[in-house]
């Protein structure tokens, strides 16, 4: 069931998101491609814009791929929030939901 939850705010919000953020930022790169008067036609600014965006991705993606293995490291995960178990979520919430009663 959680899996299926997972998938559903994937595929409807994240996805719709990111779509809309990548069109958004692929018709500004072909537009500055063809404003800067570059000696391209519409289907080179087209791929240049692409290239343009697969290179920023790969870059945050490294970066965050980078934080995922430095995580343990005690500076990293010290400056980080620490996230709670889900047992812990549970408890505090039963806790809250008696003093509440």
Not at 51 to 63: D, E, N, S
């Given at each position: 069931m959680g899996l299926t939850i997972a998938g559903f705010i994937r595929n409807g919000v994240v996805?719709?998101?990111?779509?809309?953020?990548?069109?958004?930022?692929?018709?500004?790169?072909?537009?500055?491609?063809?404003a800067r008067a570059l000696p391209f036609d519409a289907t080179q600014s087209t791929m240049m814009g692409i290239?343009?965006?697969?290179?920023?991705?790969?870059?945050?993606?490294?970066?965050f791929l980078l934080l995922l293995m430095l995580w343990h490291v005690q500076p990293v995960h010290s400056t980080l929030k620490h996230l709670p178990y889900w047992n812990v979520i549970g408890r505090r919430m039963r806790k809250e939901l008696k003093a509440n009663q």
């Open positions: 996805d719709t998101i990111c779509t809309g953020v990548y069109s958004y930022l692929l018709r500004y790169h072909v537009a500055d491609n063809l290239k343009q965006l697969y290179g920023v991705t790969c870059i945050g993606g490294c970066a």
